[in-house]
């Protein structure tokens, strides 16, 4: 039995979907356990590209099962909206291949409308959200009170009644702090919601249980990460985060298994930096160098199609990253991106304040003065995307992967220079 995790150590879109398809042929299950409709993966598989948002990778694999587990926040419209899209292209799913855990709490029309009330009162500090409700979800899910799991939907009476105080309380909520809020129907809401729950019941289980029969039966099992250890809501850049451990902290949480079961934990990075939405970014280019970045590694969002802020490789965040995971090694994307460059520029330390650290700040503010120590390295220039072995890429490049390695102290096991499955470098 071999239990992998797949996990990024940047601010999510390290290109995780590759390698999670990648690892399918030798794993039979794919759990994803935090985060909801926020996360994009996008990945190439017989010639087609397919962009994953709820579902978890191995979806698209024959034979493989997909698990959603407790820790996710649902919205049952988008997951319908997302297993039709991929039914219409021929891909099957059936309660035989997809399983959702009773447990995972449901988002609300009145989550979406509230994360989009808070962004604005937040004006020039918005958080720069996906506007999916995931936040305002997860908070109703700590508040409990006002709370819905998948499990709820099955118990109309009391669901219907809960809905109706829960609705009756947003609704007091929301036009307060939005004038222009319309009431919400709780009516509406419960119909459409039980309408849902019908069409997703097959796919509706107690995976807690039925991962730990998995784990006792000796199936391979892999878990996928969404977003990245730096959006991680409580080692990441607070508040610029996402509101679930979208580290591997998430794990044991959002699946039910324990972090004592896992062999493998695979970090992934890109070769260079992105983020989406607000927070500090210390390696952020705001020159023609990162629109090329932008432009060559198709830097816009898989959910939102905003364009994704770019930079060097930060090995001070990233090693950060890799710690908080447990990483035992590492997976190096996009290295194709930077073939073009005269220069290549890595992160090794920051200086805050006229302090040279290696130290990741917890304090955003401390993060936001944080300048970049950079280690130049010349730029290959040549293309790299036949490259199949080590000994295939340029001198510079191979320097520059070693340097990522030496400052994560971690050894690279992968490297990919393009979006294909061939295009790779096991190591
Ligand atoms: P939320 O998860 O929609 O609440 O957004 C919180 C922060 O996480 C924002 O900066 C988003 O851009 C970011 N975020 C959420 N999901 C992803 C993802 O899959 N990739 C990259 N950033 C993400």
Redesign the pocket.
């Known amino acids: 039995m071999t239990v992998t995790s797949v996990v990024g150590l940047q601010?999510?879109?390290e290109a995780k979907g590759k390698i999670v398809d990648i690892l399918t042929d030798s794993h039979q299950i794919v759990v994803r356990y935090q985060?909801?409709n926020?996360?994009?993966h996008t990945v190439k598989f017989d010639g087609q590209t397919y962009k994953l948002s709820l579902l978890p990778t191995g979806i698209l694999r024959p034979g493989v099962k997909a698990v959603i587990g407790n820790g996710l926040v649902v919205n049952p419209e988008a997951l319908l909206k997302e297993i039709k899209s991929l039914t219409d292209r021929g891909v099957p799913i059936s309660g035989e291949n997809l399983m959702v855990s009773d447990r995972a709490h449901v988002i609300l029309p009145y989550h979406i409308v509230e994360?989009a009330v808070y962004e604005k009162r937040r004006g020039a500090e918005a958080?720069?959200?996906?506007?999916?409700g995931?936040?305002t979800c997860y908070r109703d899910k700590a508040l409990r009170s006002h709370a819905v799991r998948i499990g709820d939907l099955y118990h109309p009476e009391s669901f219907r009644s809960r809905l109706t105080d829960i609705v009756a309380a947003k609704n007091l909520m929301l036009k307060a702090l939005d004038p222009e809020f319309v009431a919400l129907d709780a009516d509406a809401i419960f119909k459409s919601y039980i309408a849902y729950a019908e069409q997703i019941k097959p796919f509706v289980t107690d995976t807690t249980a039925w991962l730990h029969r998995a784990v006792k039966s000796g199936a391979n099992l892999l878990f996928e990460g969404?977003?990245?250890s730096l959006?991680d809501v409580d080692h990441g850049t607070f508040p610029?985060?996402?509101?679930s451990n979208s580290s591997s902290a998430g794990i044991h949480s959002g699946s039910g298994v324990t972090e004592l079961e896992i062999h493998r934990m695979i970090g992934v990075v890109k070769a260079y930096t992105t983020?989406?939405?607000?927070?500090p970014f210390p390696t952020e280019l705001h020159d023609a160098i990162g629109q090329h970045i932008r432009d060559v590694g198709h830097e816009y969002?898989?959910?939102?199609g905003?364009p994704r802020r770019c930079g060097w490789f930060d090995g001070v965040a990233t090693a950060y990253g890799a710690r908080v995971c447990g990483v035992d090694e590492i997976a190096v994307m996009l290295l194709d991106v930077l073939a073009q460059l005269d220069e290549v520029c890595i992160c090794e330390a920051y200086d805050i304040r006229g302090e040279r650290t290696t130290d990741f700040p917890s304090h955003v503010e401390d993060l936001a003065v944080a300048k970049p120590i950079f280690r130049r390295i010349p730029g290959w220039k040549q293309d790299i995307t036949g490259a199949r072995k080590l000994s295939d890429l340029p001198s510079g490049a191979r320097r520059y992967v070693d340097s990522i390695s030496e400052l994560m102290d971690l050894p690279v096991k992968f490297i990919s220079i393009g979006p294909d499955r061939e295009q790779s470098i096991l190591l």
């Open positions: 601010w999510g879109d985060g909801g926020n996360a994009g994360d958080i720069g959200t996906t506007g999916r995931i936040g969404a977003q990245g959006l610029y985060a996402t509101s983020r989406v939405g607000g927070g969002g898989t959910v939102t905003r």
